[in-house]
């Protein structure tokens, strides 16, 4: 396992993508699959969080707002938003598309820091089991468990947490894509 060099658009290059040092340890094929657009660094108002963001927000991923990560352990990691008024639902709590949104997202996120090498997959299944409600204006994790990585798809696993509270538990798997020519 290498150290990952996580790619980034360089307006001061043109179109060129620069590398930039990652403490996520991942396989050598990771290295070089990261999709160029996702915005992804130290976030200097969560020490110890990263970000993971596209650099405009005319795309879906938006709607859930801001999204960090961080390692976890061994093929482990967590995803973490704090839901408001724009993911809540008309009983004031976070919707449960708002959860899955963020769920399918923390696959991405979340294996990619577990050391999964996954860009440029797709979700093949995502299966979840609501279990209490999200509180708004609260931190809402996403714990991602890599069970298994095959050549062309990753198992995963976790729960969706606020504090000790168990909001959901899912499992979902990812199909592994080629990166766009």
Known sequence: MRLLAALRPSPEHGSTVCLKRHPFPVSDAAM?????LIRH???PEN?????????ADDRFNATIGKLLVRPEGDKQARCRIIPDKRQSN????AHGGAILTFI???????GY????DIAFSVTL???CQFLSPGKLGQPLDATVEILRETKRLAFMRGLVVQGDEIVASWTGTLRKGVAPQ
Do not use: K, Q
Not at 32 to 36: E, G, V
């Open 90 to 93: 008309l009983g004031n709590v």
């Open 41 to 43: 660094e130290p976030d």
């Open 113 to 116: 820091a577990a050391g999964g």
């Open 47 to 55: 020490p110890g969080w990263w970000t993971w963001e596209l650099p």
């Open 125 to 127: 299944d995502l299966s």
């Open 32 to 36: 070089r699959t990261i999709h160029p």
């Open 104 to 110: 399918d997202m923390a696959m991405f996120a979340g």
